[in-house]
Each structure stands twice: as structure tokens, then as C-alpha cells.
């Protein structure tokens, strides 16, 4: 089976990442530090960004987005849907 991943070097991808983390201070939100810092990068990302879907950083505040949405769900929610008929 041929993937996508097959061809990912590891070694580069780890001194890239160890780069990226170095300067985004970005990782799993595990805290509401964490969660702090998140919505602070991706408001940032925002207001650079704003609605060009071509900008390089556009898959950055996509996964950015996705981390605080899932956090939100899991930390904020004030109420479930499926209790409210």
C-alpha cells in the first residue's frame, strides 16, 4: 500500500517540529494555559490572515481552530444539546 507517509522524513520532520514548537511555544491542550495560548495565536493568525484561504498560514489557523473548538467542546460546554428537546 503506497501512502502519503511512506515518503516523510522523520529526522527532518523532527528538527522541524522541534523548531515550530520553539517558536510558537504550540502543543496539545492539555491546560487552560495551553488553551490561553492557542486563542491567542490563532486571534493573531486572524487579524494576518483574515479571509485569504491562499495565505501560507491558513493550514496552521485551521489546525489551530480545530484544537481550541475541540477544547471549548470538552472544557465550556454549558449544556448539551440532547438535553434541551
Given at each position: ?14 528538527g ?37 484561504e ?23 460546554a ?8
Open positions: 500500500m503506497n501512502t502519503m507517509s511512506e515518503g516523510i522524513d522523520l529526522a527532518a520532520l523532527q522541524l517540529w522541534a523548531e515550530f514548537a520553539r517558536i510558537s511555544c504550540l502543543r496539545a491542550l492539555r491546560s487552560e494555559a495551553d488553551y490561553d495560548h492557542a486563542v491567542s495565536l490563532m486571534d493573531q493568525l486572524i487579524d494576518t490572515i483574515g479571509d485569504d491562499q495565505h501560507p498560514l491558513a493550514g496552521l489557523l485551521d489546525l489551530i481552530s480545530d484544537l481550541v473548538m475541540l477544547y471549548d467542546r470538552q472544557h465550556f454549558l449544556f448539551s444539546l440532547e438535553a434541551n428537546p
